[in-house]
């Protein structure tokens, strides 16, 4: 695999996520939750019957159950709405937050978990327009050993309630916005460093902040990307990219997965960004498999003779301390770096909790303890992934099910298991089947892959050899399913 500036993959990789912005309000056009939705007069495809409003907060759609037919990238029809439709289980109302203290002082600095042996980079989104006020709704640091070849991901929630310096207690996704416009030194950048180091102890030595067209261009010059959908996402999408948002007759419910989906860059911004139907911390998980999947294409392509057009192409959209000389100067760190080598952590419930401020907001309070815990895993060298990245598995479909291997085998990269993809003998296994290779078939090492594969019956076959390639071959069986969550594998 060819080696390539790790820098410059997480600069472009954070297109992806820096593009995913909130979700525009629009104008209130009626009290009901939803309203009768007629074709686009260009519409190809048929839209649902009808939709949620725009307006609606994103908490009473979050419970909604996704639909129960086979997914498929196609619009989701839904039957003609009728008197006999109930509200309360179509838009559940939401669990009020539990009662929690607030922090009733400034709280202490959080002491530096990073050291100079990492580059830490913060990629930014927003939802900045010309001539009108923005946040940044989209966080996500990027830790990187360059001698190591690790990396650890950390999606930061934009409601997650902190100590801002010079402002006070405030969410975080305010802090880019108070220090552009207060004259901070730094500016929006310097002061979201400063939070950011104060609160969760991260030295950030680079930003990014990227806009939507941004985003798409960078996916379409590199001619989509292949993302490997676990679980089926349903949520509402523009029924062309070109059509006003703010018309609620323009919009549909759209399904993604399971399996591998090509998307391009309108696509694929829909898919890191919704979360009309889910939450932000969900939203979180799919950036992260968006900048995954970006960075595996990047792999896989030749990007540094793009590298020069791509950073003229996107100057225009990009923020960042970053210019092309130190894109370039950079490329001597370039290890032979997969997807197995990062690890994806996620400032989400348990490490954090809702609660409503006195002026009404919700919001998330840290937990103190257990984010500390979890900060600190995120910014230390990670002794299994060494020991997983000797370790290589082949992962074959035993199936007649499509993409049953690329998603296996993205589970396992997620656990740091180096993997490759290659055909299997048959299509009919019932039960999936784990060949050890190895000299010392230890049980524990072949638990760990049946585990991260949550398979509960899997036949183990011992065949030691040593002129393996591999050192353990999953064969995929009915009893596969693809669906998982990514935080709760061990790294």
């Given at each position: ?11 472009l990789?954070?297109?992806?996520l820096?593009?995913c ?51 498929s990238?196609?619009p ?20 009020a ?16 978990l990073?050291?100079?042996d ?11 327009r ?19 070849g690790?990396v ?7 409601d ?7 402002v ?10 108070s ?9 929006g950048p310097?002061?979201l ?22 985003f798409?261009?960078i ?12 679980c ?24 993604v997965?399971?399996g591998q989906?090509?998307m ?14 889910s ?5 979180g ?5 968006v ?10 392509s ?5 590298i020069?057009?791509?950073?003229n192409?996107?100057?225009?959209t ?9 894109l ?12 197995a ?14 609660w ?13 303890a ?12 990670s ?14 479909n ?18 740091g ?14 039960n ?11 049980p ?35 009893d ?6 990514p ?5």
């Open positions: 695999m060819k080696p390539i500036s790790l820098c410059c993959v997480f600069v990789s954070g297109i992806v820096s593009a912005g909130a979700t525009p309000a629009a104008t209130v056009v009626q009290a009901l939750p939803f309203v009768l939705v007629t074709v686009a007069p260009n519409a190809s495809p048929t839209p649902t019957a009808f939709q949620p409003s725009l307006n609606t907060p994103a908490s009473s759609t979050e419970n909604l159950s996704l639909p129960t037919e086979t997914p990238p196609t989701t029809i839904h039957p003609e709405a009728t008197a006999t439709i109930d509200l309360a289980t179509m838009f559940p109302t939401e669990a937050p539990p009662v929690i203290n607030p922090p009733t002082t400034e709280p202490s600095p959080l002491p530096p990073t050291d100079q990492t580059i830490n980079f913060l990629l930014i989104g927003s939802d900045k010309p001539g009108s006020s923005y946040r940044t709704d989209t966080l996500v640091i990027a830790i990187y050993w360059p001698k190591n690790q650890s991901l950390i999606s930061i929630p934009r997650l309630w902190i100590y801002i310096p010079t006070g207690m405030q969410r975080i996704n305010t802090a880019y916005q220090g552009e416009l207060n004259g901070y030194v730094g500016g310097g002061l460093k400063d939070t950011i180091a104060y609160n969760l102890g991260i030295r950030i030595d680079h930003t990014a902040m990227v806009d939507f067209d941004g798409r261009r996916v379409d010059t590199l001619g989509g990307i292949d993302l490997p959908v676990s089926a996402y349903t949520d509402w999408r523009l029924i062309d990219p070109s059509y006003d948002p703010y018309n609620e007759n323009n919009w549909w419910l759209y399904t997965g399971p989906v090509h391009d860059g309108d696509l694929a911004l829909w898919y890191a960004r919704s979360r009309m139907k939450s932000d911390f969900d939203r998980r799919r950036q992260q498999e900048l995954r999947a970006i960075f595996n294409k990047a792999l896989q030749d990007t540094f003779s793009k020069p057009d791509l950073y192409d996107l100057s225009s990009v923020v960042t301390d970053l210019g092309l000389g130190d370039l100067r950079m490329a001597p760190y370039a290890p032979k770096l997969t997807n080598d990062i690890r994806g952590y996620y400032i989400r419930p348990p490490y954090v909790s809702s409503i401020t006195p002026g009404g907001a919700s919001v998330q309070l840290p937990n103190d257990m984010l500390k815990d979890l900060l600190m895993e995120a910014t230390t060298l002794p299994r992934a060494a020991e997983r990245e000797t370790i290589k598995v082949e992962v074959q035993g199936t007649t099910l499509d993409s049953y291997d690329t998603l296996a085998a993205s589970r396992l990269n997620y656990a298991y180096e993997t490759t993809i290659s055909a299997a003998d048959r299509r009919d296994y019932s999936s089947v784990l060949v050890d290779f190895t000299a010392g078939q230890d524990s090492q072949q638990q760990a892959i049946i585990s991260a594969l949550n398979l509960t019956s899997a036949n183990i076959i011992s065949l030691p050899d040593a002129n393996s390639p591999v050192k353990y071959r999953v064969i995929l069986g009915y596969y399913a693809p669906c998982f969550q935080q709760d594998l061990s790294h």
